[in-house]
C-alpha cells in the first residue's frame, strides 16, 4: 500500500492543507475555510471531510502533522483566539472527528514553519527562524528538534520585550518586539508621521500596508526609509538576544515581510554587525525559503521525525 501524509496549518481564516507521498513528493495542496462559529467546534468535522474526500482508504495515511495558531504542550493547544478555541487536545479531536486511531501530531504554527525550513537545509544542526506578518512568531530548532520549553512558550520572540515604553501588545504587556517590527507595526508608523502631514510618494497608495512602505522605502522615500530602518533595528535587537541565547548555526527570517528580500535583510544585518557579541557576529542572516509552504512542509516533517 502506498502510505501518504496530510500536513495542516489552520489559520484564523483558511486552513491550508497537502498531501505528500511518504517519500516526501508533495502531490496536492488544498484550502477549506476556517468556521470559526461555535467556538471552531466545526473545524474538526470540516478537516475530517476535506481529508476522507481524498482518502477515502484511511488507513493508507501515514499520520497527519497539525500546526495550530497558539502555544502548544504536546497535543494541546492553548487558546487558540483565532481560531475560536479555548484549551483542547487538538490530536483527540481531530482522531474523534475521522473516526480511525491515526498518528496525529501538533505543533505550534511558527515552530511547524521552523521545522520545514530546518528540513530543506539539512547541513545545520541548530536555527531560529524569525516569522515577520502580521504579528511575529519564531521557532527555534537545537540538534534539529523543535525546542518548545518547559511552558510551551519558546519562539514566542514577538513577545520578547525590547523596550518599556511603546504600544500594547495584544499579549497585555508594553514594549514587545511584536509592536516595533510587525506588518501591523510597519503599517501603523507609516499611518502615524502621515497623519502629522509628513511628506512621501506613499500619500498616492489607495491604501496603507507594509509593502507600501516598503516599496516606498525601495523607491528612496525618506520617511518610508526611516521606517524600515527602525523596524530592522529592532530585528537587528532581537537577534542579538537569540544569539546569544541559543547561539543558533543560522537565523532565517521568514514571513510575508521576508518577501523585500536582500533589501531588508542588508539593513537587518548592518544593524546586528553593531550590536553583536563579538563571538556571534558572524552568525549568518537569511532570507527564509519556503515561505508560504514553511508550515506545510513542516507538517510533513513533523510525521516523519516522529515515524
Given amino acids: 500500500m502506498n502510505k501518504v501524509i496530510y500536513a495542516v496549518d489552520v489559520g484564523g481564516t483558511t486552513i491550508k492543507l497537502a498531501r505528500f507521498k511518504s517519500g516526501g513528493a508533495l502531490e496536492e495542496t488544498f484550502e477549506i475555510r476556517t468556521d470559526r462559529s461555535d467556538k471552531g467546534a466545526n473545524v474538526f468535522r470540516d478537516l475530517a471531510k476535506a481529508i476522507t474526500v481524498r482518502t477515502p482508504d484511511l488507513s493508507s495515511i501515514e499520520g497527519i502533522g497539525v500546526g495550530v495558531p497558539g502555544p502548544v504542550k504536546d497535543t494541546t493547544v492553548f487558546n487558540a483566539v483565532n481560531v475560536g478555541w479555548g484549551t483542547l487536545d487538538v490530536k483527540v479531536k481531530v482522531g474523534e472527528a475521522l473516526g480511525k486511531d ?63 515604553s511603546g504600544n500594547k501588545c495584544a499579549c497585555g504587556n508594553i514594549g514587545c518586539f511584536e509592536t516595533f517590527s510587525s506588518a ?37 522615500d525618506e520617511l518610508a526609509l526611516e521606517i524600515i530602518d527602525k523596524a530592522s533595528y529592532y530585528i537587528a535587537r532581537a537577534i542579538q538576544i ?18 523585500a528580500g536582500r533589501f531588508f535583510i542588508d539593513k537587518i544585518e548592518a544593524h ?4 553583536a557579541f563579538p563571538n556571534v557576529k558572524a552568525t549568518p542572516i537569511k532570507q527564509a525559503t519556503l515561505v508560504e509552504k514553511a508550515n506545510i512542509y513542516g507538517g510533513y516533517a513533523l510525521v516523519k521525525h516522529h515515524g
Fill in 272 to 275: 546586528f554587525k553593531r550590536l
Fill in 184 to 220: 501591523k507595526a510597519i503599517r501603523r508608523k507609516a499611518q502615524e508621521q502621515m497623519s502629522k502631514g509628513r511628506d512621501t510618494v506613499m500619500k498616492k497608495a489607495d491604501r496603507i500596508s507594509a509593502k507600501t512602505v516598503f516599496d516606498a522605502a525601495k523607491m528612496g
Fill in 102 to 164: 491515526i498518528p496525529i501530531y501538533v505543533e505550534n504554527d511558527a515552530n511547524l514553519a521552523a521545522l520545514g525550513e530546518y528540513y530543506t537545509h539539512k547541513n545545520i544542526s541548530s536555527m531560529v527562524l524569525i516569522a515577520l506578518g502580521t504579528g511575529i512568531g519564531g521557532g527555534i530548532i537545537t540538534n534539529g528538534t523543535i525546542w518548545t520549553g518547559s511552558n510551551a512558550a519558546a519562539g514566542e520572540l514577538g513577545h520578547m520585550k525590547l523596550r518599556t
Fill in 242 to 259: 537569540v544569539t546569544v541565547t541559543v547561539d543558533p548555526d543560522v537565523v532565517y527570517i521568514g514571513g510575508g515581510l521576508s518577501k
